[in-house]
């Protein structure tokens, strides 16, 4: 006899059956591969379950039974629901602070600066989580806090580089940050619609209509 229900089977053996497909079986192919901790098999059943349908429309005990753990031990690492989403923004994203980091941009092609800009949005996120911030912003505040962090970012990264690369752009400080905003404004729209229907929208013309109202 060869199911769960095996007198013989040993005592220690794992009597649950495993879609070879599933998230538990593709972790155990792996020769030599770890098997990830409860809080790490949670979380990422969190991170699946919250960007497929949403976080309200995900229980509790849905992530435990992805992540193949009790539902008390949920608990025990995030006594509230919302507790798991706010761990997942603190810890699986984060925004890049432009810092001291060297600047190429060429005085005189505003235009290539602000392209150049739009392919390296500061979020450093996987695509999951990506689409939870975009989702869930008005679910709890550390959600909104991150996106209120890379607005700001990416404002003060497109006003450094107009600055830089526009003739005079130093004296029409109003019209730089209008602008630096609303390209703020376009790729953060362009962010959360291409999770949500993969659409793209050209960061070269983007950068060229913002560059001719400010010439």
């Not at 495993?18 to 972790?27: E, F, G, L």
């Not at 150049?116 to 989580?129: C, D, F, G, N």
């Not at 990264?157 to 400080?173: K, M, Q």
């Amino acid at each position: 006899m060869d199911g769960p229900s095996d007198p013989h089977r040993h005592p220690g053996a794992d009597a649950r059956v495993i879609d070879p497909w599933s998230r538990a079986a593709r972790r155990r192919s792996g020769a030599g591969e770890a098997w990830p901790d409860a809080r790490t098999r949670i979380l990422d059943a969190a991170e699946e379950l919250f960007a497929g349908g949403g976080y309200d429309a995900t229980a509790t005990a849905q992530i435990a039974r992805r992540a193949e753990v009790p539902k008390g031990l949920v608990f025990h690492y995030f006594p509230r629901k919302i507790d798991v989403l706010v761990t997942l923004v603190g810890e699986r994203t984060r925004v890049d602070d432009m810092g001291d980091e060297p600047v190429e941009e060429v005085p005189g092609d505003p235009a290539g600066a602000l392209a150049r800009l739009a392919r390296r949005v500061p979020l450093r996120a996987s695509p999951a989580m990506r689409r939870i911030l975009f989702r869930e912003a008005d679910t709890h505040g550390s959600v909104r806090e991150r996106l209120r962090n890379l607005n700001a970012e990416i404002i003060r990264r497109a006003s450094f580089v107009l600055e830089l690369t526009l003739p005079g752009g130093r004296g029409d400080a109003a019209r730089l940050e209008a602008a630096a905003a609303t390209f703020a404004a376009v790729l953060l729209y362009q962010e959360s619609l291409c999770t949500l229907t993969g659409h793209h929208i050209d960061p070269d013309v983007v950068a060229d209509l913002i560059v001719k109202a400010l010439t």
